[in-house]
């Protein structure tokens, strides 16, 4: 595959008359000052595949439903949904879900993965039917996969301790941390897939059980402080922030993703710089369930990269998530140009949060995952390459190439029809068809 960009990013910044050569799922050569003789033209900027840090493929059958409420009542229509789906149904709403994922851009994503069970927690046949249904999903988008494979093992946490599981959660738990890492073990990787592994919370986990899960290879992922109630009841029964219990049970460091952040104290942020952990914002998940702004700006100074994921993908579109980490610093702290765009790509191309590290760079060597974003659609006409970051929307990624195959061509993705595959998979889940 040869393919030429009037502008491309590259590792150094934005390049013109970029000349990229792909062979066997690597990028080849790329040439900056090149000609493009009888390479192909791809239009607007070309970007790095990007990377979503953080999804739930199941959530995005909640979108456009639970408008209200608080972030508690939310969870119970999730709860709802999770109750209906079973293996066939979970891989055609994963497949449509991550096509989306791909027509905005995404060549990779981190799927924290929880819904392990049958009805009532009885495990399939293949106890790991559910993981299996992501595995095709991913491979029949063309995006990589990387299984987060999650521990869950208590209802909540309330002042008194850890609760039990509620009914639906059921589905959620292997029972004990060692019957979590049996099954886990039975997962394989392939070229496509990576699994690793997640804490769904300190309120799913007990304490005594984090050091299990943190012993697991791969990447590491954790929710943390998405709300404030987890922090007054780990403090309440631990003595401890959520971000401190992990530090103890030694999971944080540089595998490790933590996701939301939102509500730390100045000593959790330093910790996580400190350790090196990735803090993945999910802006528009925060903003749909009123979450709160975590602290970004003092996280990424403190020392941990960044990352951003579409989580309940009230919205699929990292572009629009970058846009937004900014647009929240700025209300916060109302001062303007808090991250540059090249830091807003930085997080927007962090594979190695996910456990693909040689992924995210326009550089020989490097997996061939490319976006081009036009640059003349109503959203982008006039604007300037160098501040795409901070206009483009998933609307206007034209081409999508993963691991050197085409995904996407001209908006359309090789599916064919997304948005007739997302509502054959979500109007069942509602009627009880
Ligand atoms: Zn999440």
């Given at each position: 595959?040869?393919?030429?960009?009037e502008?491309?990013?590259?590792?150094?910044?934005?390049?013109?008359?970029?000349?990229?050569?792909?062979?066997?799922?690597?990028?080849?050569?790329?040439?900056?000052?090149?000609?493009?003789g009888?390479?192909?033209?791809?239009?607007?900027?070309?970007?790095?595949?990007?990377?979503?840090?953080?999804?739930?493929?199941?959530?995005?059958?909640?979108?456009?439903?639970?408008?209200?409420?608080?972030?508690?009542?939310?969870?119970?229509?999730?709860?709802?949904?999770?109750?209906?789906?079973?293996?066939?149904?979970?891989l055609?709403?994963?497949?449509?879900?991550?096509?989306?994922?791909?027509?905005?851009?995404?060549?990779?994503?981190?799927?924290?993965?929880?819904l392990?069970?049958g009805?009532?927690?009885?495990?399939?046949?293949?106890?790991?039917?559910?993981?299996?249904?992501?595995?095709?999903?991913?491979?029949?988008?063309?995006?990589?996969?990387?299984?987060?494979?999650?521990?869950?093992?208590?209802?909540?946490?309330?002042?008194?301790?850890?609760l039990?599981?509620?009914?639906?959660?059921?589905?959620f738990?292997?029972?004990?941390a060692?019957?979590?890492?049996?099954?886990?073990?039975?997962?394989?990787?392939?070229?496509?897939?990576?699994?690793?592994?997640?804490?769904?919370?300190?309120?799913?986990?007990?304490?005594?059980?984090?050091?299990?899960?943190?012993?697991?290879?791969?990447?590491?992922?954790v929710?943390?402080s998405?709300?404030?109630?987890e922090?007054?009841?780990?403090?309440?029964?631990?003595?401890?922030?959520?971000?401190?219990?992990?530090?103890?049970?030694?999971?944080?460091?540089?595998?490790?993703?933590?996701?939301?952040?939102?509500?730390?104290?100045?000593?959790?942020v330093?910790?996580?710089?400190?350790?090196?952990?990735?803090?993945?914002?999910?802006?528009?998940?925060?903003?749909?369930?009123?979450?709160?702004?975590?602290?970004?700006?003092?996280?990424r100074?403190?020392?941990?990269?960044?990352?951003?994921?579409?989580?309940?993908?009230?919205v699929?579109?990292?572009?629009?998530?970058?846009?937004?980490?900014?647009a929240?610093?700025?209300?916060?702290?109302?001062?303007?140009?808090?991250?540059?765009?090249?830091?807003?790509?930085?997080?927007?191309?962090?594979?190695?949060?996910?456990?693909?590290?040689?992924?995210?760079r326009?550089?020989?060597?490097?997996?061939?995952?490319?976006?081009?974003?036009?640059?003349d659609?109503?959203?982008?006409?006039?604007?300037?390459?160098?501040?795409?970051?901070?206009?483009?929307?998933?609307?206007?990624v034209?081409?999508?190439v993963?691991?050197?195959?085409?995904?996407?061509?001209?908006?359309?993705?090789?599916?064919?029809?997304v948005?007739?595959?997302?509502?054959?998979?979500?109007?069942p889940?509602?009627?009880?068809?």
């Amino acid at each position: 595959m040869r393919l030429f960009a009037e502008r491309a990013w590259l590792p150094a910044g934005l390049a013109a008359d970029v000349l990229i050569e792909v062979a066997a799922g690597r990028f080849a050569a790329v040439t900056p000052g090149g000609a493009a003789g009888d390479a192909r033209r791809l239009p607007g900027v070309v970007l790095p595949g990007l990377a979503n840090a953080h999804s739930h493929a199941f959530h995005r059958a909640l979108r456009g439903r639970t408008s209200g409420g608080d972030f508690w009542s939310w969870r119970h229509g999730m709860y709802a949904v999770a109750a209906r789906l079973d293996p066939d149904r979970y891989l055609a709403l994963a497949r449509a879900t991550y096509a989306e994922m791909a027509l905005a851009g995404v060549t990779a994503v981190g799927e924290f993965h929880y819904l392990h069970h049958g009805p009532g927690g009885t495990p399939y046949a293949d106890p790991n039917a559910m993981a299996g249904a992501l595995r095709e999903a991913a491979a029949d988008a063309g995006i990589r996969l990387t299984l987060l494979d999650t521990c869950y093992l208590a209802g909540g946490l309330g002042p008194g301790g850890h609760l039990p599981l509620e009914e639906v959660q059921r589905r959620f738990s292997d029972g004990t941390a060692a019957a979590w890492a049996e099954r886990v073990s039975a997962l394989r990787e392939s070229p496509g897939v990576r699994v690793g592994a997640a804490i769904h919370s300190v309120r799913a986990v007990p304490a005594a059980d984090l050091g299990t899960v943190a012993g697991a290879p791969g990447p590491l992922h954790v929710h943390l402080s998405e709300q404030p109630a987890e922090n007054e009841a780990c403090l309440a029964v631990h003595g401890v922030t959520p971000a401190r219990l992990l530090a103890e049970a030694g999971a944080l460091g540089p595998r490790t993703t933590a996701v939301h952040a939102t509500h730390l104290t100045a000593a959790d942020v330093a910790l996580l710089g400190r350790s090196g952990t990735t803090a993945c914002f999910c802006p528009t998940t925060e903003q749909d369930l009123a979450d709160g702004i975590g602290p970004a700006r003092e996280l990424r100074d403190a020392g941990a990269p960044l990352a951003l994921g579409s989580d309940q993908h009230a919205v699929t579109d990292l572009l629009t998530e970058a846009r937004c980490l900014e647009a929240h610093e700025r209300l916060r702290s109302r001062r303007r140009g808090i991250f540059s765009p090249a830091e807003l790509l930085a997080a927007l191309t962090r594979h190695a949060a996910i456990g693909w590290p040689d992924a995210g760079r326009i550089e020989v060597g490097a997996r061939a995952d490319l976006v081009a974003v036009r640059t003349d659609t109503v959203r982008t006409a006039g604007t300037r390459a160098d501040q795409l970051p901070l206009v483009a929307t998933a609307a206007d990624v034209d081409t999508v190439v993963a691991d050197g195959t085409e995904v996407v061509t001209a908006g359309r993705h090789r599916l064919g029809d997304v948005p007739r595959l997302l509502a054959a998979a979500i109007t069942p889940l509602w009627t009880g068809d």
